[in-house]
């Protein structure tokens, strides 16, 4: 069977994952009919599962009630601070029990939740929270401590509420966390207070997860609630997909009937794969997440044998470290049934390693962006075993096209590499108070991605290459604009260019190239330092290499970015 005939088979009219058309801001959008309709419909669905254990984290379990006990009562909390539909409420924290109850509260009072990196810097949080205009912001102790010295250059933020305190509040700003709902444990002792009254639609905003920008400056992606929901059909059909073309029947899909799904959750919430793509699929489902406070290969395994863990995943590295450890054959994973990733490059040998190494797991992988709420494209089983250089079909929602990247309006033939444009509900709407950078990417409903790209003759995805000058670490999006911008503030820096070093687990490490002023003597450790103190430790290059003359340039005065690789081209990078 066919992608196609196995998709007009699972989205026909009645069918499980039925589409239907709407207008969505002017264009007429393909949508799943049966999706949640808003995000607090998926924090409903999630609450009927009661007593059944929601999260876990370290020595904390959380179950469905304690966790919507938890949600309401900060959502009225949040309301009380004079949150109103539209405000801006950030969460800033790892992956704690805290975290989803912080971004459903939000949503539940109405709020654009606003998700920013755990792992910026103070100055780059303060630019998160002053861009997005952040009335309230929930944050965990250590964030606290970065954002502590740029409150005041934050006009609009009112009140912080700090999980996990460790001491008084430091600004009559802040309160503890625990003033609002208790601690974790005592959740389910909670008043169960009803929800708040505030009307959402599909369509209303819901998010902004910034992006960085070919400015040197993040871009907040702003989302609505179907954009989040999207996802939901999403992923469900790219498993009943792989069924039909195998032949075999679909199996159960209601949740309450069949066993809970076990997700060892290895990636931020704060990332559009953490939140749109596992967060909101689980709850849906009634799943169990559980956290990691650092990511550890050997603490992972322990995780998967002792809570059974059926999916982990996110990127790449996470399948090599535990394929690779020298004491995985000292635990039993033999729960584990998908080992997923996406968001940085991966080799067609971990795909094979997957299926050799956990045999009754599927390997998968997909394509998206911030700006697709993630998923755009899945990959599973052995269509991806078929072709581990793909990203897979597009969920069939969306549509894809390959354009020409000169005028961005012809539409190349199959197989011909040009710039992917996408459509669909998974689309965000723009970019947050940036006007011009968003008539530039989406023009009349399409997403125009930067990704070089090619789709063969069955619709499957080929990236090829990324038009932006941008690299993905581990997961994590770094725009060298930004890291050249801080490398040429030094003095002794007259040309810098930041470029993809590869690693076999991360798949690159940003590395540089500088040319330094005459008399200039700066050393590898001083430029590194240098950008260490100030952006996020994931942008710092791993590498500096020192070339003797200005950095080669084409004729428009463009740094040749693919010479400069070479220097780093045969290196090996430990993980």
């Known amino acids: 069977m066919s992608i196609a005939e196995a998709h007009a088979q699972l989205t026909a009219p009645g069918a499980r994952f039925e589409i239907t058309e709407t207008v969505i801001r002017g264009i007429p959008t393909r949508v799943w009919k049966n999706a949640p309709p808003t995000l607090r419909d998926v924090f409903l669905n999630g609450r009927a599962f009661g007593g059944r254990e929601f999260m876990v984290y370290e020595d904390d379990r959380v179950t469905y009630e304690a966790f919507a006990r938890a949600t309401i009562t900060l959502a009225r909390q949040l309301q009380a601070d004079g949150v109103r539909k539209g405000d801006r409420v950030a969460v800033i924290m790892r992956n704690l029990p805290e975290w989803p109850v912080a971004f459903f509260a939000g949503i539940l009072a ?17 630019y998160g929270l002053a861009d997005s205009g952040t009335k309230v912001a929930l944050v965990d102790d250590e964030r606290l401590e970065r954002i502590l010295p740029h409150l005041d250059a934050c006009p609009e933020l009112k009140r912080v509420y700090v999980a996990r305190l460790k001491g008084g509040p430091a600004d009559p700003r802040v309160r503890p966390l625990d003033d609002v709902v208790g601690p974790v444990g005592g959740w389910g002792a909670l008043e169960d207070l009803p929800l708040p ?11 902004i997860l910034y992006t960085s920008g070919t400015t040197g400056k993040p871009k907040g992606a702003l989302g609505t609630h179907r954009n989040m929901t999207s996802n939901i059909g999403a992923g469900g059909i790219s498993a009943a997909r792989n069924f039909l073309r195998a032949g075999e029947p679909l199996p159960e899909s209601d949740p309450h009937k069949l ?10 919430l704060f990332h559009a794969t953490g939140l749109s793509a596992t967060l909101g699929p689980s709850m849906n489902a009634g799943g169990k997440l559980v956290f990691m406070r650092r990511f550890e ?23 090599w470290q535990i394929i690779e450890h020298p004491n995985r054959t000292k635990y039993d994973l033999s729960s584990l049934q998908a080992v997923t990733y996406g968001g940085a490059p991966s080799a067609p040998e971990l795909v094979r390693k997957i299926a050799e190494v956990f045999p009754g797991s599927q390997p998968g992988n997909g394509w998206g962006m911030t700006e697709t709420t993630a998923t755009f494209t899945s990959h599973m089983g052995r269509d991806y075993l078929n072709r ?3 990203a897979g079909p597009a969920a069939p929602v969306g549509e894809m096209q390959i354009r020409d990247p000169a005028d961005g309006r012809t539409v190349l033939p199959t197989d011909a590499v040009g710039e992917l444009w996408v459509k669909g509900p998974q689309v965000v709407k723009g970019y947050w108070n940036k006007p011009e950078a968003t008539a530039e990417t989406f023009v009349d409903g399409w997403l125009r991605t930067g990704d070089l790209a090619r789709l063969d003759e069955e619709g499957f995805l080929f990236i090829i290459d990324r038009a932006k000058d941008m690299l993905i670490r581990g997961g994590e999006n ?6 050249e911008n801080v490398l040429y503030d030094h003095p ?19 590395a540089a190239v500088v040319h330094l002023r005459p008399g200039g003597s700066a050393t590898e450790a001083e430029l590194r330092d240098f950008v260490r103190a100030r952006l996020a430790a994931f942008k710092v290059p791993v590498k500096v290499a020192f070339w003797p003359e ?21 290196e090996t990078e430990s993980a």
């Open 110 to 126: 109405g709020a654009i939740v606003t998700p920013l990196n755990a792992w910026w810097t103070g100055a780059e949080l303060e």
């Open 197 to 207: 009254d505030v009307p959402l639609d599909p369509d209303d905003d819901a998010t």
């Open 259 to 268: 066993p809970q799904r076990c997700t060892l959750l290895v990636v931020p």
């Open 297 to 319: 290969a050997e603490a992972a395994m322990q995780l998967i044998e002792r809570e059974k863990v059926n999916a982990t995943g996110g990127v790449p590295t996470i399948a």
């Open 388 to 390: 581990p250089d793909s």
């Open 478 to 483: 770094i725009y060298c604009v930004e890291v």
């Open 492 to 510: 002794d820096v007259m040309d810098a260019a930041i470029v993809g070093a590869p690693h076999k687990t991360l798949g690159e490490e940003p």
């Open 550 to 570: 200005p950095l080669p340039r084409n004729a428009n005065g463009k740094i040749l970015k693919t010479e400069l690789k070479k220097v780093f081209a045969a």
